[in-house]
C-alpha cells in the first residue's frame, strides 16, 4: 500500500515538473522583446561594466569575457533550439502511448537530464569566467559576482 502511494506521489511530482518546464518552454518560445532592444547584450555589457568596475578587470580580460560571452550565447541558444525538438518529440512519445504512466515517467526522466546538462553549461560559463581573474581579482569575484547577478535578475523584473 505504501509503495502506492510513492508512486503516485512521483507520478504527480513528474506531471507538475513536466507542465512546468512545458510552460517555461512556451514562454521562451512565445516571448517576443520590443522590436531594437535585446536583452542579452544590455545583460551582457552590464556585466562587462561589473567586471571592469568592481573586479578591476583590464580592456583584455573585458574582451576575453565578451568572447567566452558571445561563445556561450550561441551554445545556449543550440541547446534551447534542441530542447525544443525534444519537447516536440517527448508530446509525440506520449501521445503515441496514450500518456501511459511509464512513457510520462520516462519522458520526465530526459527533460531532468536536458535540464541538468544547461546547469552545467551555465556554472562552466561562470568557471571560465573565474578563470580569466588574476589571483588578486578572485575575492573580489567571489564574493561579489552572485550579487550582481541578482541584482540584475531583480532589476528586470522591476521593468516588467
Same mark, same amino acid.
Given at each position: #500500500?505504501?509503495?502506492? @502511494? !510513492?508512486?503516485?506521489?512521483? /507520478?504527480?511530482?513528474?506531471?507538475?515538473?513536466?507542465?512546468? $518546464?512545458? *510552460?517555461?518552454?512556451?514562454?521562451?518560445?512565445?516571448?517576443?522583446?520590443?522590436?531594437?532592444?535585446?536583452?542579452?547584450?544590455?545583460?551582457?555589457?552590464?556585466?562587462?561594466?561589473?567586471?571592469?568596475?568592481?573586479?578591476?578587470?583590464?580592456?583584455?580580460?573585458?574582451?576575453?569575457?565578451?568572447?567566452?560571452?558571445?561563445?556561450? #550565447?550561441?551554445?545556449? @541558444? !543550440?541547446?534551447?533550439?534542441? /530542447?525544443?525538438?525534444?519537447?516536440?518529440?517527448?508530446?509525440? $512519445?506520449? *501521445?503515441?502511448?496514450?500518456?501511459?504512466?511509464?512513457?510520462?515517467?520516462?519522458?520526465?526522466?530526459?527533460?531532468?537530464?536536458?535540464?541538468?546538462?544547461?546547469?552545467?553549461?551555465?556554472?562552466?560559463?561562470?568557471?571560465?569566467?573565474?578563470?580569466?581573474?588574476?589571483?588578486?581579482?578572485?575575492?573580489?569575484?567571489?564574493?561579489?559576482?552572485?550579487?550582481?547577478?541578482?541584482?540584475?535578475?531583480?532589476?528586470?523584473?522591476?521593468?516588467?
Amino acid at each position: #500500500m505504501t509503495n502506492i @502511494k !510513492n508512486n503516485t506521489l512521483y /507520478l504527480w511530482l513528474i506531471g507538475i515538473l513536466f507542465i512546468a $518546464n512545458i *510552460a517555461m518552454l512556451a514562454f521562451f518560445l512565445l516571448h517576443k522583446k520590443p522590436e531594437g532592444h535585446s536583452g542579452r547584450e544590455d545583460r551582457q555589457n552590464m556585466i562587462a561594466k561589473f567586471l571592469h568596475d568592481d573586479i578591476n578587470f583590464t580592456d583584455a580580460q573585458v574582451a576575453d569575457y565578451r568572447m567566452l560571452s558571445n561563445r556561450h #550565447m550561441e551554445k545556449m @541558444k !543550440n541547446m534551447f533550439d534542441s /530542447l525544443g525538438n525534444t519537447k516536440d518529440q517527448q508530446f509525440k $512519445n506520449l *501521445a503515441a502511448n496514450d500518456f501511459s504512466d511509464s512513457i510520462m515517467a520516462e519522458q520526465a526522466n530526459a527533460s531532468g537530464h536536458n535540464q541538468e546538462r544547461i546547469e552545467l553549461q551555465m556554472f562552466q560559463h561562470l568557471k571560465n569566467i573565474r578563470a580569466i581573474c588574476t589571483p588578486a581579482q578572485l575575492p573580489a569575484f567571489d564574493s561579489l559576482f552572485v550579487k550582481v547577478l541578482k541584482r540584475n535578475k531583480q532589476d528586470g523584473k522591476k521593468r516588467k
